[in-house]
């Protein structure tokens, strides 16, 4: 449930295979043999250190050799101190793999991602060619359009996480069947992230247009409505 996509270049794992997790979580041994969890595309599993303990996983994308290597990475701030139950970890790492298994990461939302640094590097040197120019009339002119243009775009861009954050989710209850455990390990989320609240509503309301995950309130209604 990391608020970011990574994408790691040659990096190395704190702690790498399920045997470290089912070493803290032996319950879910069953579950990491049984021929559903097997069925499962890119199912491998790390361990590491986050510098942010409001995330508890991360979909990581390894480059290494010109081949890519799909992983979910828990961190290990929970994992190490038992601060979630098997089940909440189980529903954690199955939202993950659900990120892992979606086509759209690829076909839309890192395309998306590209396009806003194309964009804003483009922005910046079609307002820098007036400073060049010293065509000030323009500039500020300039400047609006660009700002507007890059609104836009990140509005769209944000707008297609949460849709692949949905996405997850769905997985998640998909393969685990288990939204008590979604709605629980949401609502320790919602509280990790109290302190970051604006105190006037309307700039919560702001900033949940550009977020790229929805509010944990609107993920545990929409799997609520699941049948």
């Not at 295979?17 to 021929?35: H, I, R």
């Not at 996983?57 to 480059?63: P, Q, R, S, V, Y």
Request: glycine share 4%; aromatic share 12%.
């Amino acid at each position: 449930m990391k608020n970011t996509l990574f994408i790691l270049l040659l990096l190395p794992f704190h702690v790498f295979g399920m045997d470290q997790v089912t070493k803290e979580y032996p319950e879910l041994t069953d579950f990491f043999e049984s021929s559903e969890f097997k069925r499962i595309p890119q199912r491998e599993i790390g361990i590491g250190d986050f510098y942010d303990n409001s995330v508890f996983a991360a979909t990581l994308f390894e480059i290494s050799n010109i081949a890519m290597t799909k992983r979910v990475l828990l961190n290990s701030h929970y994992i190490d101190r038992n601060l979630i139950t098997a089940e909440e970890l189980k529903y954690i790492i199955c939202h993950e793999l659900g990120h892992l298994n979606d086509k759209k990461i690829f076909s839309q939302l890192i395309p998306l991602s590209i396009g806003l640094g194309v964009l804003d590097i483009g922005l910046v040197l079609w307002t820098l060619n007036s400073v060049r120019k010293g065509e000030w009339n323009y500039l500020l002119k300039k400047i609006g359009i660009s700002s507007c243009l890059r609104i836009a775009y990140s509005f769209v861009l944000a707008k297609e996480a949460r849709n692949r954050e949905t996405f997850a989710d769905e997985y998640g209850i998909n393969i685990t069947k288990n939204k008590a455990a979604a709605f629980s390990i949401l609502t320790k989320r919602k509280q990790t992230h109290e302190n970051t609240k604006y105190r006037f509503n309307f700039l919560n309301k702001i900033k949940n247009l550009f977020a790229d995950h929805p509010t944990e309130d609107a993920r545990i209604a929409h799997i609520n409505s699941l049948s």
